[in-house]
């Protein structure tokens, strides 16, 4: 795990294959993590965390299949609804977004009344690299490679990160 503290300046780090840059754009003190590759059996994550405080940072994993899978976005968007519901944040909006040069979206969230120990607000950000139409399995979209991205950070900070970022396969 490699730390470092950093200072409203343009990042780079290397996450195994690939270079992940970004550009907070603010004065906020922050560190950088980065985590040893998890592999599932299935795919291998590459993980980052951009932290500032115990309450307050985001995170960047790159997501590696194994295989080709499912990166259609309407249904990734549900996923994503559902699994900030059962984790206490209700979603109040999604919105399309380009990120990295990619169509992506951007989930907003925040907990449900009565959760404690969660962010007053969440994003939650998910493009794939590599997402492809299929043409032979009807209205669905394939992929290996998402890159998922979660922000407690105020909404122009994470802004200036989706705005930013660029992963690239080295």
Not at 97 to 118: H, L
């Amino acid at each position: 795990m490699l730390s470092a503290v950093a200072l409203a300046a343009p990042e780079t780090r290397q996450l195994g294959p690939y270079t992940v840059s970004f550009d907070l754009n603010t004065n906020l003190n922050y560190q950088v993590q980065t985590s040893d590759p998890m592999d599932t059996g299935s795919a291998t994550v590459y993980g980052m965390r951009i932290l500032t405080d115990n309450s307050t940072g985001a995170g960047v994993n790159i997501i590696e299949n194994k295989e080709l899978t499912d990166s259609t976005t309407s249904m990734i968007k549900l996923l994503i609804n559902y699994g900030l519901a059962f984790s206490g944040i209700n979603t109040t909006n999604i919105v399309d977004q380009t990120i990295d040069g990619k169509n992506g979206f951007v989930a907003i969230g925040v907990p449900f009344a009565g959760q404690s120990n969660a962010p007053s607000q969440l994003y939650r950000a998910i493009y794939w690299l590599d997402s492809v139409d299929c043409t032979t399995c009807g209205p669905v979209s394939v992929g290996k490679t998402s890159v998922d991205i979660s922000s407690t950070y105020p909404q122009d900070v994470t802004q200036n990160l989706l705005n930013s970022i660029h992963v690239a396969k080295s």
